[in-house]
């Protein structure tokens, strides 16, 4: 199987299992967790496709996304009331869901469309939409809003995978290299704390407030 390929199966699994786990931090049923398991998994790259103009979206050529998902999901279903804290496999796994899916999202865009500031851009809404979908759905706070870094992770891994692709390395390689250097970019930000400077204006009033 190519490496692009596993990386995608991979991506959509492991996102699919963020999904389901946050359906479990819901206590919701099975079709809840088979719900947000399906939106995480396929959410960014159904994005992407509609952003380059791949229709059918992947899924819908082929299906076999959707029984990863739902699979995820399932075991999820079966098995996550065991681990001792859901929240934080939730995130490490988001963090490896997204390590990969920026790599395959950037070299789809890049094969699409030959512009890498395109591909950067299809890596980055790959790994980041599914996630943003998710959180919404379940009500809990959005990747966006929380302080340490999520999407320049996934800037990051894209535009390595981009350039290293540019100057000719091979294919396997540069896949290795950009989902490293996502993976470390996001894993540091959990472990450490790292964040990107913040504007220096204060917090937005309430609305009540200037009506």
Not at 74 to 99: C, K, N, P, Q
Not at 117 to 131: I, P, R
Not at 135 to 156: F, H, K, M, Q
């Amino acid at each position: 199987m190519p490496i692009l390929e596993i990386l995608d199966y991979a991506g959509v699994a492991v996102f699919a299992a963020t999904g389901a786990l946050s359906a479990s931090r819901k206590q919701l049923d099975i079709i809840g967790y088979l719900f947000l398991a399906s939106v995480t998994g396929i959410g960014g790259g159904t994005m992407r496709d509609v952003v380059l103009g791949a229709t059918p979206v992947f899924w819908v050529r082929n299906p076999a996304y959707l029984i990863v998902c739902a699979s995820a999901g399932l075991l999820m279903f079966l098995t996550a009331h065991r681990f001792e804290s859901r929240y934080r496999m939730l995130v490490w796994l988001d963090a490896v869901g997204l390590s990969a899916y920026c790599v395959m999202g950037a070299a789809k865009g890049l094969a699409a469309t030959g512009s890498p500031t395109v591909a950067v851009v299809t890596g980055m809404l790959t790994a980041t939409f599914g996630g943003i979908l998710r959180d919404l759905l379940a009500g809990e706070p959005s990747v966006l809003l929380r302080p340490e870094i999520y999407v320049t992770a996934a800037l990051v891994g894209a535009s390595v995978f981009v350039c290293a692709t540019i100057v000719g390395m091979p294919l396997a390689a540069t896949s290795a290299l950009g989902v490293v250097t996502a993976f470390a970019v996001r894993g540091g930000a959990l472990r450490y704390g790292w964040t990107l400077p913040t504007g220096k204006a204060g917090p937005g009033r309430d609305p009540s407030d200037v009506m």
